[in-house]
């Protein structure tokens, strides 16, 4: 066992010097994408993006226009054709014959299986789309969902893009309060949660949790509790009912009502610069055709014979797009697991992968850490063998974990694709195309047909070979359309520095000689935990509305695990003693707000932070100590002592 061992280790510290992987020649074989021609057929973009969208999606009313860009950044798609979301999901494979092909082989934590058909779903979501109107949610309603990964997650979704009601999923880990507070920012009329939430064993009282936050929402006329676990919960005479009995009561045919291409199918709140969070909105004909495209050429989908398993949460755009609306449209198969990587124990994952048979395997670099770090004996209990293809998302995978995912995840034999986009793009942007273009660990790859990317200066021009900002210098189909309610937020956070036709994407980033693209971090004050998005001002506002803190800039740090790690520097109020108890009550005030996803890893208390003389928090410089670098600039802080105090804190762990 041990030599064993000691040679794959030898072997992946070998790969570690190889630039590229080609695709490999069986996969090539059969792949959906073999020839750049796709690229030249992509020449303009708005003729190729057209010709997805009509190949791809089944229109109630075809559109004539493609990209209407008369007033930039406010572009649109399709503009005048309609269609309905959900039907495209479920009804048309449905009536082409395909309603018993399984839509998710749902795993539980227990491990309990369903297995749920196109049939099934396509069953579930007429009731519930019934049951919502019934109780007078109508189109363009905003629906708050808050479930844990179970199957209604997704009857919910698609029940409500039947019905034009956009819905606003938050993700099972975030607090009440912050659920809460995107429903009232949103003005949902309807929460769709679950009675209770299992994790690792464990049970959380979901809906009496959510109950006290949602109390004083004036809109929200309707709860719908799915019982999932059996755990009591409060019910609300005449707000709320049990899904099961609500649907039951519903009546079980509702026609899919055609939407304007631009209708907002849903808003998924996110984290930007500030400590409030952005509503960011996608609509329905573009988005679908961007997921959809992107799904097959990415994932080189064969629907008939791929099993698919994304392994992100519903509640983040990964799930959105590649577990709901792109499998879905695409007619694929797909796995869906409600629990952790390592409950019951750490070979789950490649449990599910032997017993669904799944071809395609995608995940994100800190969960791939993770398993490197328990170590290879666990997917060595099963076989693999069912694999062709495997993915990543969510940051940037550093080439030691690159190669241990291709050698000892996909047996050496699968591609890889490193896919780069955001919740704002709705659908991969830059990623290569797994039968066309080689692989290079550690860089996402090229712009996908259809894609116009950039490298720019601060001035705006190119980069070069040097880092630059990552822009966008055209409109795709899946873009975001606005921030909710907040036409303004949207113009400054993306195209105020370059122009309303230049979206910046936050990220900086550098070429390489083929054109590879390589992330490098982000350029604002946005951090990436095991690849969550968490701003540095909800974690300080989370923090400073605690009585003992009087100031608090938090900041991102390199970690191993987690590809960034939150640490919070602090100051407290006058007459507050700093404490071991202080300190653990605070990272739990911030679970406590936001989510346990934004409890700090380390809190440092300190007497000052160091301020520019108009004072504001110079957060470089906090970062540069935390992380044991020479200081940068130091030229404008008003109170230079501050930073010899700061340093003399700081002991590294
Ligand atoms: O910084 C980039 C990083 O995640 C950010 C987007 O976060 P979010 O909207 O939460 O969406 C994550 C899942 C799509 C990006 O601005 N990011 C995403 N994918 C990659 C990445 N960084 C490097 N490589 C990637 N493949």
């Keep these: 066992m041990t030599d064993l061992h000691s040679s794959l280790d030898r072997h992946i510290e070998d790969l570690l010097d190889v630039p590229s992987f080609p695709p490999p020649a069986a996969f090539v074989r059969q792949a959906v994408v073999t020839d750049d021609g796709v690229f030249d057929a992509a020449a303009d973009a708005e003729e190729w993006w057209s010709e997805q969208a009509r190949t791809r999606i089944d229109w109630a009313t075809p559109f004539r226009t493609g990209c209407n860009d008369s007033n930039p950044p406010f572009f649109t798609w399709f503009e005048d054709g309609t269609l ?15 309603g018993d092909r399984v839509a998710f082989h749902w795993h539980g934590e227990e491990g309990e299986q369903r297995t749920i058909t196109y049939a099934e779903l396509l069953a579930d979501v007429q009731r519930l789309a019934n049951a919502l109107r019934e109780r007078g949610v109508r189109k363009g309603d905003v629906v708050g969902i808050y479930l844990p990964m179970i199957p209604e997650v997704v009857v919910a979704m698609l029940a409500c893009a039947r019905i034009g009601a956009p819905h606003t999923v938050v993700f099972g880990g975030f607090a009440p309060s912050s659920v809460a507070e995107r429903l009232e920012v949103s003005n949902a009329v309807a929460l769709i949660t679950v009675d209770g939430a299992r994790r690792k064993g464990r049970t959380t009282p979901t809906k009496a949790a959510v109950d006290d936050a949602i109390a004083d929402l004036s ?6 509790v799915v019982r999932a676990t059996g755990v009591t919960c409060p019910m609300t005479d005449g707000r709320d009912v049990f899904y099961d009995a609500a649907l039951a009561a519903a009546d079980p045919v509702c026609p ?29 004909g573009g988005y679908l055709t961007g997921v959809a495209t992107t799904h097959s050429l990415v994932f080189d989908l064969k629907p008939d014979t791929d099993v698919f398993w994304c392994t992100a949460d519903v509640g983040w ?6 577990i709901v609306y792109g499998p879905l449209a695409n007619g694929a198969t797909s796995v869906m697991f409600e629990g952790a990587p390592d409950y019951p124990d750490k070979d789950i994952w490649w449990e599910l992968i032997e017993r669904y048979g799944v071809t395609i395997f995608y995940t994100a670099p800190t969960a791939i850490r993770a398993c490197m770090k328990w170590g290879s004996e666990y997917p060595a209990r099963h076989d693999l063998s069912s694999l062709r293809l495997l993915g990543t998302v969510g940051e940037p995978i550093n080439p030691k974990a690159w190669v241990w995912y291709h050698t000892v995840i996909g047996g050496g034999r699968c591609p890889i694709v490193d896919t780069w986009w955001q919740t704002e793009t709705g659908a991969i942007m830059i990623s290569t195309l797994p039968g066309l273009q080689p692989a290079k660990p550690g860089s996402a790859g090229l712009p996908l047909p259809g894609v116009r990317a950039a490298l720019l200066t601060p001035s705006g021009e190119d980069a070069g070979d040097d880092p630059g900002y990552l822009v966008l210098t055209a409109p795709w189909p899946a873009m975001l359309r606005t921030l909710h309610g907040d036409d303004q937020r949207y113009v400054e956070t993306y195209f105020s520095t370059f122009g309303p036709r230049t979206y910046v994407v936050g990220d900086s980033a550098r070429r390489d000689r083929d054109g590879y693209i390589s992330i490098i971090g982000r350029i604002d004050d946005v951090i990436n935990v095991s690849g969550h998005r968490l701003s540095t001002a909800e974690v300080e506002s989370a923090l400073v509305s605690h009585a ?16 960034q790690a939150i640490v919070a520097f602090v100051t407290l109020r006058a007459g507050v003693e700093s404490s071991a108890e202080l300190e653990a009550t605070l990272r739990e005030h911030v679970a406590q707000r936001i989510g346990k996803l934004a409890r700090p890893q380390r809190m440092i208390f300190v007497a000052d932070l160091p301020k520019t003389r108009s004072g504001k928090i110079m957060r470089r410089l906090i970062r540069d100590v935390a992380e ?7 030229t404008t802080l008003g109170d230079p002592t501050v930073m010899a105090a700061l340093q003399a804190q700081v002991v590294r762990p």
């Design 84 to 98: 309905n979301a959900s039907y495209n999901c479920l009804d048309r494979h449905v009536e082409a014959g395909r």
């Design 219 to 224: 809109d929200l006329h309707t709860v719908v």
């Design 256 to 284: 899919a009502d055609p939407m304007p291409a631009e209708h907002p199918l849903f808003l998924l709140y996110s984290s930007g610069s500030t400590a409030k969070p952005k509503g960011i909105v996608h609509t329905t």
């Design 317 to 322: 755009i990964t799930g959105h797009s590649y």
């Design 548 to 563: 003992a803190v009087a100031e608090a800039a938090a900041i991102g740090v390199h970690d191993e695990l987690t590809g």
């Design 628 to 634: 044991g670098r020479e200081l940068g600039d130091v």
